[in-house]
């Protein structure tokens, strides 16, 4: 079973098994999202959450049944119209500075850790911990899982605002001689063509650019919850060398499934239940229940690019195969009675 689940997995593989890993712990697994989450999403929730009009906080469904057309429905866009609401400056803040730091540096740290453990006992063939142990576990190196988190999302930030700082030149650059070109004659529509050509060329480059470093360094993480590193960029930066368009497909694979999975419920919730507070509430609990959903595919692929890179589980796969060479039968040899028996054979007299 361990040396099965340590060998190098696939694409297919990977998400096989973190889908496995979800249905064989899915209460351990919810119930860390509750007691993570849940309090973090209601508050959430109950901050920016504002009083809509009442085609939006009755369902579709009521007003089918009431007689409305779909005309009042879907004509005049008032389905998707909330009432116009002062902002509340101090609320916004609430979430700016306090909530979302919260959650960027301590729950989903706590989030990944815990996870990672559970997977970590499954892989090897340990007793999976209960929820306060991998509760435990994911705590107790809170301060470096927080900082280290806080050193990426500033470099990621750093890297994203770059990538808008040329855009934006390119796009001041492109303005500039638009309008000259304008002046002297306008532009024809071949270089229209083109220039939206090259905006949507260049707004791939920039996706795919910040796409790849943070492939490359979003494995610091598990380093850093498993007490190898203090903080494990490097270590993931290595880890990831030749692995970036596998993980790349993986995660576009594992996004589009999840994506459209949340869409479609997310539709049936609007039809039934409205836009109320019920309705949101509900959208909120359904995310919670899939959030492991995306760290489970993160923690398995990180221990197979281990067992790729860094020949984890190499050791006890060849003591298991020795063992099981020298448990197979030999072939015994019948004694000798005499030292007569050891003397070579005349093959000469034998044949006579």
């Known amino acids: 079973m361990q040396n099965a689940s340590l060998r190098p997995m696939g694409i297919g593989r ?47 469904l009521d007003q089918i049944r009431s007689g409305a057309s779909m005309q009042d429905l879907f004509g005049s866009g008032a389905f998707m119209q909330n009432k116009q609401t002062p902002i509340d400056v101090g609320k916004v803040l609430l979430l ?58 500033l470099i990621m930030f750093g890297i994203y605002i770059g990538l808008a700082i040329i855009i934006v030149i390119f796009v001041i650059v492109f303005a500039i001689g638009g309008n000259l070109s304008s002046s002297v004659g306008g532009l024809g529509g071949g270089a229209v063509v083109l220039s939206i050509i090259f905006f949507v060329i260049l707004g791939l480059g920039a996706i795919f650019t910040f796409s790849y470093f943070f492939i490359r360094w979003c494995y610091y993480l598990p380093f850093v919850a498993l007490d190898e590193e203090s903080i494990g960029l490097g270590r993931s930066w290595k880890l990831t060398r030749k692995s970036f368009w596998r993980l790349f497909l993986m995660y576009f694979v594992l996004t589009l499934i999840l994506y459209l999975f949340l869409a ?76 007569e028996d050891l003397r070579p054979i005349d093959l000469d007299k034998k044949n006579d």
Not at 36 to 45: E, I, R, T
Not at 102 to 128: D, N, Q, R, W, Y
Not at 310 to 315: A, P, R, S
């Open 264 to 339: 479609v419920i997310d539709l049936i919730i609007v039809a039934i239940f409205g836009l109320g507070l019920g309705g949101q509430l509900l959208q909120s609990l359904i995310s919670i229940l899939v959030t492991p959903l995306w760290v489970l595919p993160y923690a398995v692929s990180f221990f197979d690019l281990k067992v790729r890179n860094e020949g984890l589980g190499l050791e006890s796969l060849i003591e298991s195969t020795i063992q099981t060479s020298s448990s197979e039968p030999t072939e015994e040899l019948e004694p000798f009675d005499t030292f």
């Open 14 to 60: 990977i998400l096989d098994r973190s889908f496995q890993l979800y249905r064989k712990h899915f209460v351990t697994l919810t119930m860390i999202m509750l007691i993570l989450y849940g309090p973090f999403n209601l508050l959430v929730q109950l901050l920016t959450y504002q009083e809509t009009a009442v085609s939006t906080s009755s369902s579709i």
């Open 96 to 153: 700016l500075l306090v909530l979302i730091p919260i959650m960027i540096l301590g729950l989903m740290p706590a989030t990944i850790a815990s996870v990672l453990h559970l997977v970590k006992a499954s892989l090897f063939g340990e007793e999976t911990p209960g929820v306060g142990g991998l509760l435990r576990k994911s705590f107790r190196r809170f301060w470096p899982l927080a900082g280290s988190t806080f050193l990426d999302a």
